[in-house]
């Protein structure tokens, strides 16, 4: 599997694994991935939107398996909105990609034991230079001088998802600040496909920011409270 079939989810999950320790860094990975996983399918074609909800079209099928699984989960449910399908039961989609990942041989599950006693899997980046380089494509995209309107949708989707989610490998606290207007411009691009794409991006944009708002709340809270 070439980078250039990784689907925006898988290519998102990824650059959550700090290539440095191989291990997992992302703290808001299934949220961002499920975000990823709706806009590809939108523009793919595979999702409408209906009153505000996504909706499936007949028949659409990826051939990919973490997409179809969330095209399939969609269409057997009762609507909800954009907003909710970004943080309603994301780690489907989340192992789903991980799992893809895994056989692709991109990540590898190790097996461990939680306090010595409960068996559990910790996974652990096997191709660090590969995802290394894609961080570097990334972070060329933000910091570039290339016109938003010459770069491809994905490319923009991807850096807009990874300042909303908080992906520190790509979009660093500092740059969500000084390069604000970058990542409008990035976020109008990945939208620039038709008028219903941009209403879901930024519907999707403000529920993924919104969820990974809530999540570090919760999280503070938590701390607080201990």
Same mark, same amino acid.
């Given at each position: 599997?070439?980078?250039?079939?990784?689907?925006?989810?898988?290519?998102?999950?990824?650059?959550?694994?700090? #290539?440095?320790?191989?291990?997992?860094? %992302?703290?808001?990975?299934?949220?961002? &991935?499920?975000?990823?996983?709706? !806009?590809?399918? *939108?523009?793919? %074609?595979?999702? !409408?939107?209906?009153?505000?909800? #996504?909706? #499936?079209?007949?028949?659409?099928? !990826?051939?990919?398996?973490?997409?179809? %699984?969330?095209?399939?989960?969609?269409?057997?449910?009762?609507?909800?909105?954009?907003?909710?399908?970004?943080?309603?039961?994301? $780690?489907?989609?989340?192992?789903? +990609?991980?799992?893809?990942?895994?056989?692709?041989?991109?990540?590898? @599950?190790?097996?461990?034991? +939680?306090?010595?006693?409960? #068996?559990?899997?910790?996974?652990?980046?096997?191709?660090?230079?590969?995802?290394?380089?894609?961080?570097?494509?990334?972070? $060329? &995209?933000?910091?570039?001088?290339?016109?938003?309107?010459? &770069?491809?949708?994905?490319?923009?989707?991807?850096?807009?998802?990874?300042?909303?989610?908080?992906? $520190?490998?790509? *979009?660093?606290?500092?740059?969500?600040?000084?390069?604000?207007?970058?990542?409008?411009?990035?976020?109008?691009?990945?939208? %620039?496909?038709?008028?219903?794409?941009?209403? *879901?991006?930024?519907? &999707?944009?403000?529920?993924?920011? @919104?969820? *990974?708002?809530?999540?570090?709340?919760?999280?503070?809270?938590?701390?607080?409270?201990?």
């Amino acid at each position: 599997m070439p980078n250039g079939s990784l689907s925006l989810a898988a290519s998102l999950y990824l650059l959550s694994y700090d #290539p440095e320790t191989g291990m997992p860094t %992302g703290a808001h990975t299934a949220l961002l &991935v499920r975000a990823a996983a709706l !806009t590809e399918l *939108v523009q793919r %074609g595979m999702l !409408t939107d209906t009153d505000g909800s #996504p909706c #499936p079209v007949a028949d659409a099928a !990826t051939g990919d398996r973490a997409l179809d %699984g969330l095209l399939e989960l969609i269409g057997e449910s009762r609507p909800r909105s954009w907003h909710i399908w970004v943080g309603h039961q994301p $780690r489907l989609t989340e192992h789903a +990609v991980r799992d893809q990942m895994v056989a692709a041989g991109y990540v590898r @599950a190790k097996g461990r034991r +939680v306090l010595g006693l409960f #068996p559990a899997k910790e996974y652990t980046l096997e191709r660090p230079d590969q995802v290394a380089g894609m961080r570097d494509d990334a972070v $060329r &995209v933000l910091h570039g001088e290339q016109p938003a309107a010459e &770069v491809s949708e994905r490319d923009a989707a991807l850096v807009t998802l990874a300042a909303a989610g908080e992906l $520190r490998a790509v *979009v660093t606290a500092t740059d969500a600040k000084v390069r604000k207007h970058r990542i409008l411009e990035l976020g109008e691009r990945c939208g %620039g496909m038709g008028p219903v794409l941009e209403k *879901v991006i930024a519907q &999707v944009r403000t529920a993924l920011a @919104a969820a *990974v708002a809530t999540a570090m709340l919760a999280a503070t809270t938590t701390a607080t409270a201990t």
